[in-house]
């Protein structure tokens, strides 16, 4: 087999930039080892920013998105029971889009399987070769039968346990790693969100958020010790820790019903750098990792492959290699705000096992300012609804 570009990963990453390469006439082979089904029932995030909104559009794929998606001019966050809302709209003049990470790979999916482009889910074994020259090969194993792809580019978009970043010499490679003492426990609940926008909260038992997937479909977390086992939670004891934790008209408000989904996931803070090596690139969460709190993953991936896609495409277009010379270093800038951001609000949102009555009153401090300072409530905004690419 050959191709121009193969991409590794059929997540978010990989479908946009194959989709964005498609639309440019570069041919790509997508290597997925998951099943379609199996990729497209993860629940993941749900919070686009404007520029990945527009990404979006400009693969083509935005219909379902506008139609489905709600638009959320701003957020609240609630401290110890005081609940204070940041309206993005009148501070920047900016929205967010609320629209299920699995409904964005699932529209993706589908205008590839639309466009023939090749993906192979199901491939295992698969392993990266002669990346340091001008002619990579990627290997594979498929029901049992061993292939290789010759291509021009390999685009690692799989994932943090990917294979990619693990097939790049360790001394070529620095990474940055932060692992927070605790995980998010949430639940998915076919019941109306408790609020029209997402409620962000902060409490001495721990953090929760009030998000949602739609009008009448919700999604809760409450922060848990990282070695919480899910089993030990029952619906009843989630929707009673999450009523504690908000303020009570919120906790009067809370629509509950039986979980349709229940997981606990990890937190951690993690940047691999550089981003290219010879002809492999890498993209999304396989070459950086954030806590969920700043709703930053998914639209860190989303912006990688858009600049990835843009510098491709000025190499076969202009055969310039300016785009791909610079891929790395224009991306990291952003991914590292990214992580400052995401890592600043866990930082005031989480009760840690460290933080004192000092830590404390500092986090409530940090609140207070937000509140009642217009910058700093601006800045939380631009954060927030995503800074420049
Ligand atoms: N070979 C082939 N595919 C692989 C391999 C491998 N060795 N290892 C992992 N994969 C696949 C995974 O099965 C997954 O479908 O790569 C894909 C990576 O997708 P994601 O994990 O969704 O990563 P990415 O596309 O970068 O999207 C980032 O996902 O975790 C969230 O918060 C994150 O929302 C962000 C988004
Ligand atoms: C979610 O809806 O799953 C979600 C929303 C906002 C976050 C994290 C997760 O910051």
Same mark, same amino acid.
């Given at each position: ?8 990963? $059929? ?24 099943? =379609? ?63 299920? =990470? ?7 999916? =589908? ?89 962000? $909260?902060?409490? $001495? ?26 089993? $030990? ?129 500092? =986090? ?26």
């Amino acid at each position: 087999m050959r191709t121009q570009v193969a991409i590794i990963g $059929a997540g978010p990453a990989g479908l946009l930039l194959g989709r964005l390469l498609d639309q440019a006439g570069i041919e790509t082979i997508i290597l997925e080892r998951r099943s =379609q089904d199996y990729v497209l029932g993860r629940i993941r995030a749900g919070v686009l920013e404007q520029g990945s909104v527009d990404l979006l559009d400009r693969a083509g794929v935005g219909t379902r998105m506008h139609a489905e998606g709600l638009v959320h001019d701003g957020v609240e966050f609630c401290f110890d029971g005081d609940r204070h809302r940041f309206d993005f709209c009148a501070l920047i003049g900016r929205t967010v889009m609320v629209y299920g =990470q699995t409904e964005v790979t699932r529209d993706l999916m =589908q205008a590839r399987d639309g466009s023939g482009a090749k993906t192979i889910y199901g491939a295992e074994d698969v392993s990266l070769h002669d990346f340091d020259g001008t002619s990579p090969t990627v290997r594979f194993v498929k029901d049992g039968v061993a292939h290789e792809i010759a291509c021009d580019f390999i685009a690692g978009c799989d994932g943090y346990h990917g294979v990619s970043r693990a097939s790049v010499s360790e001394g070529a490679l620095r990474t940055y790693e932060r692992v927070y003492p605790f995980g998010w426990l949430g639940i998915l609940v076919d019941r109306p969100p408790v609020s029209d926008e997402l409620i962000y $909260a902060h409490h $001495a038992r721990g953090f929760a958020l009030c998000s949602m997937r739609s009008p009448s479909r919700s999604r809760y977390y409450v922060q848990v010790a990282a070695d919480e086992k899910v089993d $030990a939670w029952s619906d009843d004891r989630f929707w009673d820790e999450l009523r504690r934790r908000v303020d009570s008209e919120t906790a009067e408000r809370l629509v509950t019903g039986p979980s349709i989904e229940k997981s606990i996931a990890p937190l951690r803070s993690f940047v691999a750098e550089p981003l290219r090596f010879g002809r492999l690139f890498l993209a999304g969460d396989a070459a950086h990792i954030v806590p969920p709190t700043g709703a930053k993953g998914l639209n860190l991936a989303l912006n990688d492959v858009g600049c990835l896609a843009d510098a491709l495409v000025e190499f076969y277009g202009e055969g310039s290699d300016t785009g791909i010379d610079h891929y790395s270093d224009r991306v990291l800038k952003r991914v590292w705000k990214a992580e400052r951001f995401s890592w600043w609000m866990t930082s005031i949102l989480h009760t840690f096992p460290e933080t004192d009555t000092f830590g404390r009153r500092i =986090q409530r401090a940090e609140f207070d300012y937000l509140v009642g300072s217009e910058a700093a409530s601006r800045s939380l905004a631009e954060n927030y609804t995503g800074l420049p690419a």
